[in-house]
């Protein structure tokens, strides 16, 4: 008798249905099984792993100046990775990952009973296979259903990839806080270190943050950063990966928590911007900002940190000189320790260094001028002279009123608990910093440089500070020009047979005309001097930025003509047709102006302004380029040329005595200060009436630079605020940095030009060695008839001159 055949009637029973309700959840089992897995996605697809990666914009040396991106990812293989970093995140995060098959069903099954416990899905038991699944797989969700697919996918991806290939999608993958994808990225974020160079103190650190990235963030809780340090340095020396004093040197090593500043990034921002905009139109956001593009450009990095600090320095100068407009405010001392405190956290991640601007708060002043302040938790002082421009410094107690000398007379109050703004000047070992009083200046300004043979835009400063106005004045505004459009109009004048020699009379014009309401209404324009200097020579006259004279030269060769010249030599805005003209009265934008510009210093050929150079997708793949050679096969699909014509506008004899013009505006007159550079350079200088806009457009033979210098809501300036004195020392501070290792060139002159010696008061030709002789340029031919000062008299037929109109 079997013992089957011995149970009691029920216990066959229970048996049977025991059987049975096996069988059945065996065979419900099996049914879910092949369900969710036919409705799982294929693991194939990790095989080519492909996220979503940082876009990055590279000068022309190929440092990195932005980054586009949706998530801050930066893909690194294995091999870089430290192995301590592999090793603490396997103790913290999967102990038997290198022994399971996907799923570890002891830290399944301790996950349940928590799980079961609480009534819902409080803990994961996910090996760090089945979190590569959910992160690229499944979505996010906490349920029962997803963990069931998980484990399926994890068992697929195991038997797939190697254990190599699996921590490479995962260790890339993982978000690890503060916008950080991957270690690559969290290492920079935190450390300021590329992953290979983390030390075991850092490894663990990171291997800390996956649980809950916010809250064990250094940034945001040190204290527990290092709790969850402590707990992934015990869990190494548990799986004897490292020995107990490792572990605990490890955890005494002080941390230096801070993320990889890169000034570029803060000093090409309108430029990276106009970049960003441009890429987008053509690529679409979603190659953008997930696609990995690496577009290289031709900024020069050096250059355009130079440009943004000449304009920022000539921005402050300018407003110090206009006075002190008083502190950001006043706090009491609850709200002065709550500043204090924010600044302090914020100055964990992003510590001042020397030259960095910071809000500080007054505690005190030394009778002297000079001010205690205290700004995060360091002490600072700004000694007298650092406060000179503010007048003398007043500390009266908390709760006086505050006051500036805005209009740069009399003293300035910064009652104690003052919230004002300083310039760090260095950083010291130890005691107070030394700072300097500052304030942010209400003018903008914007610099351009480009190199005049290629086109190419070197440096792009579109205001005074990005944060403060993303507007990119180089490129979106329109402003009057003033005298800057001086040599445009004198250009066109050689080209009519004028010479550097031809003379007009500086005298009094008046025009009289009729508005269209039948009023009778006189012009009578000026120079800036409000002096006449009679007969004068078309190089006197540009040097000396002389009003009536061009406005006399303009009369000559038509203003609709000149107009037509303008647009071919680069201005693209239309333009009044009037004799204002002459004093640059028609709005356009400083690329325009500079285009221009460099028609002349380039012989005439006009080249379109260019600064994207080369786009490659994340393979390395070229898709765009400005230079043929990219393409030795010929474009592909996909690929793309980018045209830069060449265009011949003036002859090359024009744009040399245009040229040759302006270098005579640097050696005699309004552009004088351009002569500290050394070298040949030829230059204008702009102011527009009431002063409301300074400019300063010169250029070497090898690099061409366009500063301005004016309110957003158009104002003056202020007495004695021309392009010389606002505008130019802006452009000398950032020449001087920019041409240092280029060799002194000068300005090529044509073969044919003719050379001559002339009387430079009345033009006449006149011997070599006669006394005052000057060698004056021609084109050919043009030298042996030059107007004489009597001639020119002669041409004058009345002190009051019309404007029928018909010009």
């Known amino acids: 008798m079997t013992l089957f055949s011995r149970l009691p009637n029920w216990g066959r029973w229970l048996l049977y249905s025991s059987a049975a309700v096996f069988s059945l959840a065996a065979c419900a089992l099996l049914g879910a099984y092949l369900y969710v897995a036919s409705t799982l996605p294929k693991v194939d697809t990790l095989a080519d792993y492909r996220p979503p990666v940082v876009t990055r914009i590279l000068s022309d040396n190929g440092s990195t100046i932005a980054e586009i991106y949706e998530e801050r990812r930066i893909v690194v293989p294995v091999a870089r990775m430290p192995r301590r970093l592999i090793e603490a995140f396997v103790a913290a995060e999967d102990s038997n990952f290198f022994q399971h098959r996907g799923i570890d069903l002891v830290s399944v099954l301790r996950a349940a009973m928590k799980n079961l416990m609480a009534g819902g899905v409080v803990q994961g038991g996910s090996t760090i296979t089945q979190q590569v699944a959910k992160s690229l797989l499944l979505t996010p969700e906490r349920s029962f259903e997803r963990k069931f697919k998980e484990a399926i996918l994890a068992y697929r991806i195991e038997n797939r990839l190697s254990k190599e290939e699996i921590l490479y999608l995962y260790l890339n993958q993982i978000f690890l806080g503060h916008g950080a994808y991957g270690v690559q990225a969290a290492a920079e974020n935190y450390f300021a270190k590329n992953v290979e160079q983390l030390t075991l103190a850092e490894c663990s650190i990171l291997a800390g943050l996956p649980r809950a990235p916010s809250r064990y963030s250094p940034y945001q809780n040190m204290k527990l950063a290092k709790d969850r340090q402590r707990y992934v340095l015990d869990r190494m020396v548990e799986e004897e990966y490292i020995p107990r004093p490792e572990a605990e040197a490890a955890f005494k090593t002080p941390l230096v928590i801070r993320s990889r500043r890169v000034q570029s990034m803060n000093a090409a921002a309108f430029f990276s911007e106009q970049v960003r905009r441009d890429l987008e139109a053509s690529y679409g956001r979603e190659l953008l900002y997930r696609g990995g593009l690496e577009v290289h450009t031709s900024l020069n990095l050096a250059q355009q940190v130079a440009a943004q600090k000449a304009v920022r320095d000539n921005l402050r100068e300018y407003d110090k000189r206009h006075g002190y407009r008083g502190p950001l405010g006043t706090l009491d001392p609850a709200a002065e320790a709550k500043f204090l405190q924010e600044q302090t956290e914020e100055f964990i991640k992003d510590p001042p260094a020397a030259g960095d601007l910071v809000e500080a708060v007054v505690t005190g002043g030394d009778g002297r001028g000079g001010i205690s302040v205290r700004f995060s938790n360091h002490q600072g002082f700004i000694e007298r002279k650092e406060t000179a421009w503010a007048g003398t410094i007043q500390v009266p107690p908390r709760g006086a009123t505050a006051s500036g000398n805005a209009k740069g007379v009399g003293s300035s109050r910064l009652p104690v608990g003052s919230r004002i703004l300083a310039r760090v000047l260095e950083q010291p070992a130890a005691g107070p910093w030394p700072l300097a009083l500052e304030q942010d200046p209400e003018a903008e300004g ?7 043979r290629s086109g190419l835009i070197k440096a792009m400063v579109g205001g005074y500070d990005f944060r403060r106005s993303q507007f990119n004045r180089v490129l979106q505004a329109r402003r009057q020009p003033g005298s800057a459009m001086k040599p445009l109009i004198y250009a066109a004048a050689l080209d009519k047979g004028f010479t ?127 230079d043929p050679v990219d393409f030795p096969a010929g474009l592909q699909a996909g690929q793309r040329l980018v045209e830069r014509p060449r265009t011949r506008a003036i002859s090359p004899e024009t744009a040399y005595l245009a040229t040759s013009l302006m270098e005579s505006v640097v050696r005699n007159g309004t552009g004088g200060r351009a002569q500290a550079l050394g070298r040949p350079v030829a230059a204008k200088t702009g102011t527009t009436n009431e002063l409301r806009d300074a400019w300063f457009v010169g250029s070497v033979p090898q690099l061409l630079a366009l500063t301005w210098v004016g309110f957003d809501q158009e104002r003056s300036l202020g007495h004695l605020e021309t392009g010389g004195h606002a505008a130019l020392p802006a452009w000398l501070a950032f020449m001087q940095e920019a041409v240092a290792t280029m060799p002194v060139e000068n300005f090529p002159v044509p073969d044919n030009i003719e050379f001559q010696a002339i009387d430079p008061d009345s033009g006449r030709a006149i011997s070599e060695n006669a006394g005052g002789a000057m060698i004056e340029a021609f084109a050919p031919g043009s030298g042996p008839n030059q107007s004489t000062a009597s001639e020119a008299l002669g041409k004058i037929r009345d002190f009051f001159r019309f404007d029928r109109g018909d010009e």
């Open 500 to 626: 550097p020699a031809t003379v007009f009379l500086d005298a009094p014009l008046i025009f009289r005309f009729r508005q269209p309401n039948g009023v009778l209404k006189e012009w009578a324009p000026q120079n800036y001097s409000r002096e006449f200097s009679g007969p004068t020579t078309v190089r006197q006259a540009l040097a000396k930025s002389n009003n009536i004279v061009t406005i006399r030269i303009l009369q000559e060769i038509g203003v609709r003509y000149a107009v037509d010249y303008v647009h071919q030599l680069g201005i693209t805005s239309p333009l009044q047709e009037d004799l204002t003209l002459a004093l640059g009265s028609s709005a356009v934008t400083p690329l325009e102006l500079a285009t221009a510009y460099a028609t002349l210093a380039n012989g005439g050929i006009r080249v379109t302004p260019t600064y994207i150079t080369q786009v490659r997708d994340r393979d390395g793949r070229i898709l765009e380029s400005i």
């Open 446 to 452: 914007v610099l351009l440089a480009l190199d005049p």
